[in-house]
């Protein structure tokens, strides 16, 4: 563990990353603390403050202090988007080493389902699901995670294939060995790999999924600081006070790109060919 | 007279993560005009290395710390990457070790030899096909239609044929043969090796021939270099090296090496039978509606193992032996009856956890047969926990495959290709089984490790009185150990003989075949 951390690390993209999520790590952990100003405080002199030495970000319609908003709101946007996709993983990775190991028509029935979820776009499924369930922070963890299992399954399952012809899992057939113990002890830590590749880039999908969930008024509720929640509010004010926008956006932005380089520099570093 | 290659000591280094490895040290080898050196050794004995050195092909990290590598007049570590082209394949050629993956597979075999010859020997695209036609018939190739066919249409001996007609043809000094026939069945190598001897009493080409066989190596080479830890421990007539081994090393090898007359299993087995099948027929994949079902693999195959007997199951590639073993432990459907202590079976289903823990079976490649997840107790626990047992038991597991105590925490990766066999071994002797199934357990192994290996099976068998069903296609090492031995081709039993009987006359033609495609060694 340690081993890869510091080839991850020797990676570029990998370090960079891994400093990215370490801020994003301490505004999700201390922001609240370490926030210039409480997030929901209003200041109607301050009003489309501009950028400088009182707001450092600015300040919006309200005249609260965007830098303190995007500190305390990393907390709600953040470790939600990490269990949907977390949530999402597990289910997804489960089902496709199930559907692996079961093979023949089963594993066809399953793939084909699969199938027919995933022509339905991550978004409108979110959607569907949101607006079944009801607003709110929770449901929209729970249409992430089931617009994300079908994807993770796939990709697992086509890991798993390899693995099911393995004579270790041939070996656990013939003693007799129980399904479940293939598909989690035999089978899983074998996909192990791609499954957290595919997760950590995919957590930036989720980020962008929840802000734009609350963006559309699914996910988060005002007065809420969530990042998509703040870009939304900040839209009918784009000219007046554009760092409104703008500052949301980049964390958001910013985000997504941490957890996609950290997704790539694990990619090179699970990788064993890679020792020179 | 000149030697048309000369390595003189020659040191080569590979820069990996913990510094710079050694896998040749100096090296000193001179092969003659018309002359074949073979050159044997164990895996990781640098064989391979040297080989790709003379080619000019080494990983980029590789060192070369000393010597020179000479081909007749041209030296060849100053040549120039476009001086290099025009002597691979013109003056240096080489045949490699897995036909299907040497030759491209989107153009045709005639699109693959005229290019060579059009570029080695400025030939016209016209003479050069007509040339290319002679030289396929040479190999035995003789139906000119074979040149617009693809690599995928053709078999595995084929292909290695296209292969060695393409390096004869552009009329090189010297030709490097990586185990040429190391991929290919018995007999189909057995036919090769014929083609290279007379091939070279045509051309007179001299040749580096690189195998771990030295059974193999002996027929072939009229001098054999043998390589250990990248070293040249000996050098000897061909003839003489199997009569008077100088060097340890040698000898060892040379022990190793299974000869049928001397047998290693001298009790008689059992009366009672343990296990019998009868008509066991295994069927991948079904018909469709617009397609027939493939023919099955076995067909119709019935055998018995008696208590404490061991026996051997032998056949080429494709024959249907494996699918045998996976019918009988339950790992592919079939249809028939297996009788396992009055007990019948006519479906996995049937199965019961008895007889899984009864019949226990042993894989070929023990990199995959272990899972490189696990510690090697994990992997040693899970039929103790199955089938009863204590884990306090699993350091008697480790010292009974003589492997020691503390190899418990280590994981599959740390243990190397002998050792993690002893492992898969111990895990199938873990649940006290009545029937061992090995299928090619020794196969991927070096001679050395492979005679461990048999030897260590033959110590349990005292133990413990298992039966063997041994499935291999070296017929010398299983009439070594056999007592009966089954012949199997392309899915039908052809003889099935007490292992004494298998000098006398009335075997198949096919299994006669077998022996003499089995290199016995010479002297």
Same mark, same amino acid.
């Not at chain 2, 290695?160 to 190391?182: K, M, N, S």
């Given at each position: 563990?340690?081993?890869?951390?510091?080839?991850?690390?020797?990676?570029?993209?990998?370090?960079?990353?891994?400093?990215?999520?370490?801020?994003?790590?301490?505004?999700?952990?201390?922001?609240?603390?370490?926030?210039?100003?409480?997030?929901?405080?209003?200041?109607?002199?301050?009003?489309?403050?501009?950028?400088?030495?009182?707001?450092?970000?600015?300040?919006?319609?309200?005249?609260?202090?965007?830098?303190?908003?995007?500190?305390?709101?990393?907390?709600?946007?953040?470790?939600?988007?990490?269990?949907?996709?977390?949530?999402?993983?597990?289910?997804?990775?489960?089902?496709?080493?199930?559907?692996?190991?079961?093979?023949?028509?089963?594993?066809?029935?399953?793939?084909?389902?699969?199938?027919?979820?995933?022509?339905?776009?991550?978004?409108?499924?979110?959607?569907?699901? *949101?607006?079944?369930? #009801?607003? #709110?922070?929770?449901?929209?963890?729970?249409?992430?995670? *089931?617009?994300?299992?079908?994807?993770?399954?796939?990709?697992?399952?086509?890991?798993?294939?390899?693995?099911?012809?393995?004579?270790?899992?041939?070996?656990?057939?013939?003693? #007799?060995?129980?399904?479940?113990?293939?598909?989690?002890?035999?089978?899983?830590?074998?996909?192990?790999?791609?499954?957290?590749?595919?997760?950590?880039?995919?957590?930036?999908?989720?980020?962008?999924?929840?802000?734009?969930?609350?963006?559309?008024?699914?996910?988060?509720?005002?007065?809420?600081?969530?990042?998509?929640?703040?870009?939304?509010?900040?839209?009918?004010?784009?000219?007046?006070?554009?760092?409104?926008?703008?500052?949301?956006?980049?964390?958001?932005?910013?985000?997504?790109?941490?957890?996609?380089?950290?997704?790539?520099?694990?990619?090179?570093?699970?990788?064993?060919?890679?020792?020179? | 007279?000149?030697?048309?290659?000369?390595?003189?000591?020659?040191?080569?280094?590979?820069?990996?993560?913990?510094?710079?490895?050694?896998?040749?040290?100096?090296?000193?080898?001179?092969?003659?005009?018309?002359?074949?050196?073979?050159?044997?050794?164990?895996?990781?004995?640098?064989?391979?290395?040297?080989?790709?050195?003379?080619?000019?092909?080494?990983?980029?990290?590789?060192?070369?710390?000393?010597?020179?590598?000479?081909?007749?007049?041209?030296?060849?570590?100053?040549?120039?990457?476009?001086?290099?082209?025009?002597?691979?394949?013109?003056?240096?050629?080489?045949?490699?070790?897995?036909?299907?993956?040497?030759?491209?597979?989107?153009?045709?075999?005639?699109?693959?030899?005229?290019?060579?010859?059009?570029?080695?020997?400025?030939?016209?695209?016209?003479?050069?096909?007509?040339?290319?036609?002679?030289?396929?018939?040479?190999?035995?190739?003789?139906?000119?239609?074979?040149?617009?066919?693809?690599?995928?249409?053709?078999?595995?001996?084929?292909?290695?044929?296209?292969?060695?007609?393409?390096?004869?043809?552009?009329?090189?000094?010297?030709?490097?043969?990586?185990?040429?026939?190391?991929?290919?069945?018995?007999? %189909?190598?057995?036919?090769?090796?014929?083609?290279?001897?007379?091939?070279?009493?045509?051309?007179?080409?001299?040749?580096?021939?690189?195998?771990?066989?030295?059974?193999?190596?002996?027929?072939?080479?009229?001098?054999?270099?043998?390589?250990?830890?990248?070293?040249?421990?000996?050098?000897?007539?061909?003839?003489?090296?199997?009569?008077?081994?100088?060097?340890?090393?040698?000898?060892?090898?040379?022990?190793?090496?299974?000869?049928?007359?001397?047998?290693?299993?001298?009790?008689?087995?059992?009366?009672?039978?343990?296990?019998?099948?009868?008509?066991?027929?295994?069927?991948?994949?079904?018909?469709?509606?617009?397609?027939?079902?493939?023919?099955?693999?076995?067909?119709?195959?019935?055998?018995?193992?008696?208590?404490?007997?061991?026996?051997?199951?032998? +056949?080429?590639?494709?024959?249907?032996?494996?699918?045998?073993?996976?019918?009988?432990?339950?790992?592919?459907?079939?249809?028939?009856?297996?009788?396992?202590?009055?007990?019948?079976?006519?479906?996995?289903?049937?199965?019961?956890?008895?007889?899984?823990?009864?019949?226990?079976?042993?894989?070929?490649?023990?990199?995959?047969?272990?899972?490189?997840?696990?510690?090697?107790?994990?992997?040693?626990?899970?039929?103790?926990?199955?089938?009863?047992?204590?884990?306090?038991?699993?350091?008697?597991?480790?010292?009974?495959?003589?492997?020691?105590?503390?190899?418990?925490?280590?994981?599959?990766?740390?243990?190397?290709? +002998?050792?993690?066999?002893?492992?898969?071994?111990?895990?199938?002797?873990?649940?006290?089984?009545?029937?061992?199934?090995?299928?090619?357990?020794?196969?991927?192994?070096?001679?050395?490790?492979?005679?461990?290996?048999?030897?260590?099976?033959?110590?349990?068998?005292?133990? %413990?009185?298992?039966?063997?069903?041994?499935?291999?296609?070296?017929?010398?090492?299983?009439?070594?150990?056999?007592?009966?031995?089954?012949?199997?081709?392309?899915?039908?039993?052809?003889?099935?003989?007490?292992?004494?009987?298998?000098?006398?006359?009335?075997?198949?033609?096919?299994?006669?075949?077998?022996?003499?495609?089995?290199?016995?060694?010479?002297?």
């Amino acid at each position: 563990m340690t081993e890869l951390f510091i080839r991850l690390m020797r990676k570029p993209q990998g370090f960079v990353g891994i400093v990215l999520l370490a801020l994003i790590a301490a505004a999700c952990l201390f922001g609240p603390a370490l926030a210039p100003y409480a997030p929901e405080k209003i200041d109607f002199l301050g009003r489309f403050r501009a950028p400088g030495w009182q707001n450092w970000l600015g300040a919006d319609q309200f005249g609260r202090d965007i830098l303190s908003r995007l500190m305390v709101g990393a907390r709600s946007t953040v470790p939600l988007a990490f269990i949907a996709t977390f949530v999402g993983s597990a289910a997804g990775a489960t089902i496709g080493v199930g559907s692996a190991y079961l093979g023949g028509r089963t594993d066809e029935a399953i793939m084909r389902t699969i199938d027919a979820v995933m022509a339905i776009p991550g978004l409108l499924m979110a959607l569907l699901l *949101v607006s079944t369930l #009801g607003n #709110g922070a929770g449901n929209a963890v729970i249409a992430i995670a *089931v617009a994300f299992a079908p994807g993770m399954a796939r990709v697992t399952r086509s890991a798993a294939l390899n693995v099911r012809n393995q004579d270790y899992v041939k070996a656990a057939i013939a003693r #007799g060995e129980g399904a479940p113990w293939i598909i989690f002890r035999e089978m899983l830590p074998n996909v192990m790999a791609p499954i957290v590749i595919e997760s950590t880039i995919r957590v930036s999908f989720a980020v962008m999924l929840f802000a734009t969930l609350s963006f559309l008024g699914v996910g988060a509720q005002p007065p809420a600081s969530e990042w998509g929640l703040m870009v939304a509010d900040a839209r009918q004010h784009m000219h007046q006070a554009p760092w409104g926008l703008i500052a949301p956006s980049a964390a958001i932005a910013l985000t997504a790109i941490a957890f996609n380089l950290v997704g790539d520099g694990l990619r090179d570093a699970l990788n064993p060919k890679d020792e020179r | 007279m000149t030697p048309v290659l000369s390595i003189q000591n020659y040191t080569l280094d590979y820069i990996s993560s913990v510094g710079p490895v050694r896998v040749l040290h100096d090296i000193s080898l001179e092969i003659g005009p018309g002359e074949v050196l073979g050159l044997v050794g164990e895996s990781g004995s640098g064989k391979s290395s040297l080989a790709w050195a003379l080619m000019r092909h080494l990983p980029e990290n590789a060192r070369e710390v000393a010597g020179s590598l000479r081909l007749g007049d041209i030296d060849l570590q100053r040549l120039s990457p476009g001086e290099l082209t025009r002597i691979r394949g013109r003056r240096l050629g080489m045949v490699f070790q897995d036909p299907s993956t040497s030759l491209n597979p989107t153009l045709t075999i005639g699109r693959q030899i005229t290019e060579a010859l059009i570029q080695h020997r400025g030939l016209k695209q016209r003479d050069a096909s007509s040339l290319a036609i002679n030289l396929l018939g040479h190999v035995d190739l003789n139906n000119p239609a074979i040149m617009r066919r693809y690599p995928h249409e053709i078999s595995g001996g084929e292909k290695q044929r296209v292969i060695i007609a393409t390096a004869f043809g552009c009329r090189p000094d010297v030709i490097l043969f990586d185990e040429p026939t190391t991929a290919l069945d018995v007999i %189909t190598g057995a036919r090769i090796l014929e083609l290279f001897a007379r091939l070279r009493r045509e051309t007179g080409v001299a040749a580096l021939y690189i195998s771990h066989d030295l059974a193999l190596v002996t027929r072939v080479a009229d001098r054999v270099a043998v390589l250990e830890r990248g070293r040249l421990v000996e050098q000897a007539p061909a003839a003489d090296i199997f009569r008077a081994p100088r060097h340890a090393n040698t000898r060892a090898l040379v022990d190793a090496v299974p000869r049928p007359e001397r047998r290693l299993v001298h009790d008689k087995p059992g009366d009672q039978v343990v296990l019998a099948a009868s008509d066991i027929e295994v069927q991948y994949g079904s018909g469709g509606l617009f397609r027939d079902a493939p023919p099955p693999a076995t067909k119709k195959i019935g055998l018995e193992v008696r208590g404490g007997e061991i026996l051997g199951l032998v +056949g080429e590639s494709g024959s249907g032996k494996s699918s045998m073993a996976r019918a009988l432990t339950g790992l592919a459907r079939f249809s028939g009856k297996i009788t396992f202590d009055a007990h019948e079976i006519h479906r996995m289903r049937d199965m019961n956890a008895a007889y899984r823990r009864d019949v226990q079976i042993i894989f070929q490649h023990p990199d995959a047969s272990l899972n490189p997840r696990h510690r090697i107790d994990e992997i040693l626990s899970r039929p103790l926990k199955l089938y009863g047992g204590h884990l306090a038991d699993i350091p008697r597991l480790l010292e009974q495959v003589r492997l020691p105590a503390s190899y418990a925490n280590r994981w599959p990766h740390q243990l190397s290709g +002998g050792e993690k066999q002893r492992i898969a071994i111990a895990r199938a002797f873990a649940a006290r089984p009545k029937l061992v199934i090995c299928d090619e357990i020794t196969a991927p192994l070096d001679v050395s490790v492979q005679a461990q290996i048999i030897e260590l099976l033959l110590a349990l068998r005292e133990e %413990t009185g298992t039966a063997f069903l041994f499935i291999t296609h070296d017929l010398n090492l299983i009439r070594q150990i056999a007592h009966r031995i089954a012949v199997m081709r392309r899915g039908e039993m052809v003889d099935l003989l007490p292992v004494e009987d298998f000098d006398a006359d009335h075997v198949h033609p096919y299994t006669r075949e077998l022996m003499a495609a089995s290199p016995v060694p010479v002297g």
